[in-house]
């Protein structure tokens, strides 16, 4: 047979979209995995990792796009045909099959390459036979041996622990030899003990079998010490992609450094190249290249906060430290300044009540590009003084005819969340809520696919449902012209 060839980019992920009942999941999504990595895909729940994985898998088909393996496209090739096998969050183990035959099972219907067969006419066809028992017991123990489980072939599954048992699941994956292995929050079930030590494991086998994987978790922890690579995704689609310490240093936007570890998420101005100003302070950065005057977002880590006494002049900003907690090797302090209540890590303590002067060197400052700045959809005039869109008519005031295509811009303090969403005009989902000092930003997901930014005093949590309403005197249209409207 002839040696096939080896293709760096082991999985890619070409302009996918999936779509539940209108509702877009992932959203036109592109992803290149190389051979023998071991990435990540993080994100809150709900944002689609497992609906990527599972595409990838074979067992969702995309709305939209392709997906590649070794560079074939596999898009519409059934699960059991892909190199890839999967192992569940829940092990999905047979309960009445021992631990051996739980990792034979697979075996017994895979077929292998024996050879080629040549007729007479000099035509050659690769045949294929089931493995042999010896082959199977190599396998199965080789398997068992990879997972820790050497001497539990006989073991009845139920007598075994949860750990043991995924790390029966592992081996039934890894027994087939997959060229990747996909799996969706592995460790879920496990107490944290537990899930620390499958976690090296993991990495262990990793290394030893230099095969793909692609892992799922929400939790950055997990993320940050198993990966070569991590893929934040939010809301389906792809915020970053870095190795751990890029995403942790530099995090893309205001989200994945939310996301990732503990930080001050603030908003600033880029006055000039390596000058931001935040909190009525002007502050030294390493970024260049932001239009002047540019809104941004930026962040600061905890441990990148320097304490002084108030009155030495060594800080940029000066607080008030709210609370001190004591956390092992540090001490985790808020500290209230310019209505911002910054989280800080120091081995020093600074007594609650007390005033300090805090410093961040350029280094621990990241300016990070704003998401957005306004809210912009397309609508349609619907009415006298009312525009149709995001499934609503919304007042606002215009001399525009009915009929006429319009971008709306409604700025983030333009919209307002009720409680009750029958008191508002449409509804929709809290999906992410970041502080921001003097407010939160808030963002919401509409039942039609959207996503609002909002401004707000108000405290919301995840997944609340709610009503959005629109400051009319705030909201601002714009004609589409024919050329936009066609294109
Ligand atoms: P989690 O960490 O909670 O598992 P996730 O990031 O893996 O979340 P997915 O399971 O991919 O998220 O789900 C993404 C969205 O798609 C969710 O809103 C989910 O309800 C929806 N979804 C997933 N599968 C289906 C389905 N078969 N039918 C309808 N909606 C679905």
């Not at 002839?2 to 890619?12: A, G, Y």
């Not at 995309?62 to 590649?68: L, R």
């Not at 079930?189 to 090296?200: G, N, S, V, Y």
Request: with cysteine; charged share 30%.
């Amino acid at each position: 047979m002839k040696e096939p060839k080896v293709f760096d980019k082991i999985i890619e992920v070409k302009n996918v979209t999936k779509t539940f009942d209108d509702v877009t999941v992932i959203d036109d999504l592109n992803l290149s995995i190389r051979r023998g990595q071991f990435v990540t895909l993080l994100g809150p729940s709900g944002c689609g990792k497992t609906t990527l994985l599972r595409m990838i898998a074979g067992f969702t088909a995309p709305t939209k796009g392709n997906i590649f393996i070794e560079g074939q496209d596999v898009t519409d090739m059934p699960p059991y045909k892909r190199p890839v096998n999967t192992v569940f969050q829940k092990y999905a183990l047979f309960p009445h099959l021992n631990v051996f035959k739980n990792v034979a099972f697979g075996l017994k219907l895979k077929k292998i390459y024996d050879g080629d067969k040549v007729d007479k006419k000099g035509k050659v066809t690769p045949v294929f036979r089931k493995l042999n028992k010896a082959e199977i017991e190599e396998k199965v123990n080789r398997a068992l041996k990879l997972v820790g489980l050497d001497d539990y072939g006989y073991r009845d599954i139920n007598s075994l622990s949860g750990g043991q048992q995924q790390r029966v699941a592992i081996a039934r994956a890894l027994v087939c030899e997959p060229k990747v292995l996909l799996l969706d929050e592995p460790l879920g079930a496990l107490d944290l003990k537990m899930r620390k030590e499958m976690q090296i494991e993991l990495k262990k086998m990793h290394r030893e079998l230099g095969i793909t994987f692609i892992f799922v978790t929400h939790d950055q922890e997990e993320a940050l010490t198993m990966s070569d690579i991590v893929v934040v995704l939010n809301d389906g689609s792809i915020q970053q992609i870095g190795t751990p310490k890029q995403v942790y240093d530099e995090p893309a936007n205001a989200f994945v450094a939310d996301f990732i570890g503990e930080s001050n998420v603030l908003s600033g101005t880029m006055l000039r190249d390596y000058c931001v100003s935040f909190l009525g302070a002007e502050v030294e950065c390493e970024d260049k290249g932001f239009g002047k005057n540019e809104q941004v977002d930026l962040v600061i880590r905890p441990e990148d906060i320097h304490l002084f006494p108030i009155g030495s002049g060594k800080g940029q900003l000066s607080g008030k430290v709210l609370s001190a907690v004591f956390k092992g090797t540090y001490y985790e302090m808020e500290i209230l300044a310019s209505n911002y209540e910054f989280t800080v890590q120091s081995t020093v303590e600074a007594k609650p009540g007390t005033e300090v002067e805090m410093s961040v060197e350029p280094s621990g400052i990241h300016i990070m590009k704003k998401l957005r700045t306004i809210n912009e959809f397309e609508g349609e005039i619907d009415g006298e003084n009312s525009v149709w869109f995001c499934d609503g008519s919304f007042e606002v005031d215009t001399s525009l005819e009915k009929g006429t295509k319009v971008k709306v811009f409604v700025p983030f303090d333009g919209v307002e969340l009720t409680d009750d969403e029958d008191d508002g005009v449409i509804g929709a989902n809290v999906t992410h809520v970041l502080y921001k000092g003097t407010y939160y930003q808030v963002q919401v997901y509409t039942d039609t696919d959207e996503d609002f930014f909002v401004d707000t005093s108000d405290e919301w949590d995840l997944g609340d449902r709610v009503g959005i309403k629109l400051d009319k005197s705030k909201m601002r249209l714009e004609v589409v012209t024919e050329e936009e409207s066609d294109a």
